[in-house]
């Protein structure tokens, strides 16, 4: 596994972050170059890079407007893959937001291994939802508390003397 620098997202990575975009995804799947420059702007996307040998290995775009926070995108270039990017990504994301939620071909086995693995949670979802014949969707929450969601069965709910859980 190699050493990821996970940072923000600086005007000088669009580049490379549409190239990643075009390496990874189908022309029918990437986004159109409009919203990948809509980073440059104070609007409701933001991203994270990952960097390894000071080149950009993946990137994560999320929108942060959304509750949970939404990962619009997630992508690695493909010598990166297998080696620690993507789960860098999302654990520095798990850090930063309380939820995250992202939708997942159906189809994409590896992707969703490394969700569950990650503990995000596939929900239940209608086939008329946003992408529903062909995307599942996955959450994880950091806590029970996040977005008034009831705490997960089995846990315990004793506080301790100093007031914490």
Do not use: W
Request: aromatic share 6%.
């Amino acid at each position: 596994m190699r050493n990821y620098r996970i940072r923000a997202f600086e005007p000088h990575d669009l580049k490379a972050i549409k190239e990643i975009d075009r390496v990874s995804f189908s022309s029918e799947q990437q986004y159109p170059d409009e919203l990948y420059d809509s980073l440059l702007t104070d609007g409701p996307l933001r991203a994270a890079v990952a960097e390894s040998a000071g080149a950009l290995a993946g990137y994560a775009l999320l929108d942060i407007k959304t509750q949970p926070v939404r990962i619009r995108s997630i992508a690695v270039v493909p010598g990166h893959r297998n080696k620690g990017c993507g789960s860098a990504l999302l654990l520095d994301l798990m850090e930063q937001y309380d939820a995250l939620e992202l939708l997942v071909e159906k189809g994409n086995t590896a992707a969703i291994r490394l969700y569950e693995r990650l503990g995000f949670v596939r929900l239940e979802r209608d086939e008329n939802s946003e992408l529903g014949p062909t995307h599942h969707m996955f959450r994880r929450f950091k806590n029970a508390s996040c977005l008034n969601e009831p705490p997960p069965p089995n846990r315990a709910a004793t506080s301790r003397a100093d007031g914490t859980i």
